[in-house]
Every structure is written in structure tokens, then in C-alpha cells.
Antibody
């Protein structure tokens, strides 16, 4: 059973960089044809896709966040990471990591999610 | 447009059927997936592809699609189905993902 766990600071100051790591257990991050994704959810609001990375290092980012987002992968540690620069209060949210699977018959879908971690941007 | 629009809220009587819709231009080309989220919990995949359920998801959940609209149907809604539901699909570029605005389902 694949499990994902987010970790990182729960409080970040405005204008600084938010950094989170997702640790994958129960399987190798390098095996299969999966994308590893970050998704966030401000309190009381909907889900927002941030971006994803393939184990080859190929990335796709939400156009609205692209200038501030970097997602990287460390296969030796079975982890992938999110960096979001120049944060403001609007970046306060629960951040989820998730695995995205793909099948030619069914398309893409997020089949495993972390429990989420709250990041607050405040001085 | 890369937006996916859902009705904000729907209600259903216990044991009855409710359909949740998701509208967007990209749905003419790509499948939607559906996620159930209960308060304080991470989303859970309930439907993907044409009409596929992950292991452990009750068969009262089903999916369908027509034109620019994807639908999630709960047949015989149970109290535990009360939750927020989100659709997700690709945007028009195919490389990015978009979540629907979300629908709160209340079971009366």
C-alpha cells in the first residue's frame, strides 16, 4: 500500500520561500509511470492543482503559479519537494502531495494522497 | 476555457439518488475523475475514467459523461456520503490539471 506524507514548516514569513517535502513509502517513486503532484486548499475553499513531476524530472506547473513554483524529485530518498517563492497570506493553505496515475483507457487520476499539512504565511 | 464548474450545493434524501455535474470545455476531450472530501480529511478518489471505481468504493457511485459535462451519480445515498465532491480533468493544453469548484452534498 503506497503512502505519502508531507513535511515541512507550518509557518512561513511573507516574501520568503515555502518548502515542503513528500515522502513516499510502500513503493519506489521511480517505478511505474506515475506523476508526483502538489495540490493545495485554502481554508473553506476548493482544491487547486499546483504542479507535478515525473521521475525523469519533467515538470508541469499551474500557469497562475509557474513563476514562483519549483518541484523536484530525489529518487534516492523516495521523496519529492515543493518550493513556492515570494509567499503572501494568499498562499496560506493545506498542502497535499498526491500520486497521479495514468491509463490509456481511463486517463489521469490522483489515486493516493497524503494527509495534508497546513502552512500559514504570517509575520 | 480551462475552468470546471460545479453546482455549489445539492441535497438528497437518505436512500435517494443524486447527480453531481461538472461542466467544462476540456471535458469534450478528456475524462474527469471525481474525489470525495470529508471535513478535515484528504480527498479520496471515487470515480475515474469512463466509469471506474477504485477498490473499496461502493457501487452506488457511478460516473458518466456527455459533451462538455461529466456527472457523478450516487444511487441510494447514505449518511456517510455527505461530503464535498470535486471533479478534476486536464485543461485545454492537456498538460495541466484543473479542479472543479466543488459541490457540497447534504444527505437529509
Amino acid at each position: 500500500q503506497v503512502q505519502l506524507q508531507e513535511s515541512g514548516p507550518g509557518l512561513v514569513k511573507p516574501s520568503q520561500t515555502l518548502s515542503l517535502t513528500c515522502t513516499v513509502s510502500g513503493g519506489s517513486i521511480s517505478s511505474g509511470s506515475y506523476y508526483w503532484s502538489w495540490i493545495r486548499q485554502p481554508a473553506g475553499k476548493g482544491l487547486e492543482w499546483i504542479g507535478r513531476i515525473y521521475t525523469s524530472g519533467s515538470t508541469n506547473y499551474n500557469p497562475s503559479l509557474k513563476s514562483r513554483v519549483t518541484i523536484s524529485v530525489d529518487t534516492s530518498k523516495n521523496q519529492f519537494s515543493l518550493k513556492l517563492s515570494s509567499v503572501t497570506a494568499a498562499d496560506t493553505a493545506v498542502y497535499y502531495c498526491a500520486r497521479e496515475d495514468y491509463d490509456i483507457l481511463t486517463g489521469y487520476y490522483f489515486d493516493y494522497w497524503g494527509q495534508g499539512t497546513l502552512v500559514t504565511v504570517s509575520s | 476555457s480551462s475552468e470546471l464548474t460545479q453546482d455549489p450545493a445539492v441535497s438528497v434524501a437518505l436512500g435517494q439518488t443524486v447527480r453531481i455535474t461538472c461542466q467544462g470545455d476540456s471535458l469534450r476531450s478528456y475524462y474527469a475523475s471525481w474525489y470525495q472530501q470529508k471535513p478535515g480529511q484528504a480527498p479520496v478518489l471515487v470515480i475515474y475514467g469512463k466509469n471506474n471505481r477504485p477498490s473499496g468504493i461502493p457501487d452506488r457511485f457511478s460516473g458518466s459523461s456527455s459533451g462538455n459535462t461529466a456527472s457523478l451519480t450516487i444511487t441510494g445515498a447514505q449518511a456517510e456520503d455527505e461530503a464535498d465532491y470535486y471533479c478534476n480533468s486536464r485543461d485545454s493544453s492537456g498538460n495541466h490539471r484543473v479542479f472543479g469548484t466543488g459541490t457540497k452534498v447534504t444527505v437529509l
